[in-house]
């Protein structure tokens, strides 16, 4: 999917008159069934001329990051990561979203970022370094889903790092225990924002990656903390 070129179209799946947007790559998606046609499967995609002029305006449309709305995303299919071992449950525990391409593929992630009655998503495009932010850049991934307090709690540097943690804990005891995520080695200051919420905890479990970046948000974490 790419740049959403047309809303409020018939779905021939489910039969809604308006839930269907279809995309300047040709694909579409049914906001009601949450069906996703191929550019192949599409009807509205055959004949339409804004397709066609997208086309020939950016032979690398393809490539270029989606642009959903909050409200979009929200409405995107919840789905495991196989290549993870990430199962469904622990994306729908965290209301974790995938978009597909026109092959047919996940080809983006999102992440939801709560804070009170805001939530913005981070997107990560699949197979690639690239990250997106649709709304507010977010403070911790997972914040929302843990009251305070606790024996434990684990901070991991990323998303599918707080996911992993999760998806081991849920094999082991069938339960998912406290773990959130920065966006990244670079977003130590937001546990700052959540001091007291994170020291309602007895244990504080930094689980960072054991490269440079990582390692400097550690000590960081440990300064701003004394």
Known sequence: ??????????????????????????????????????????????????VAVARKKSPSVFKKKQELSIEEISELQVRGFKDRGITKTICEFFDVRVSYGSNGLIDSHYYPYVSGDTTSYKQRVVDTKNFFWVGEPGKLFGVNKFFSGGKCLVITEGEIDALSVAQAWFDKYEKIYPVISLTSATGVKSLLEYRDWIRSFEEVVIWFDNDEPGIKAVEKAYRDWE
């Open 1 to 50: 999917m790419g740049t959403i070129v047309k809303k409020g179209l018939p779905c021939e799946s489910c039969g809604s008159s308006d839930a269907v947007s279809l995309y300047d790559d040709g694909t579409s998606f049914c906001f009601s069934c949450t069906t996703f046609f191929s550019e192949r499967d599409s009807a509205h995609s055959k004949e339409d001329p804004e």
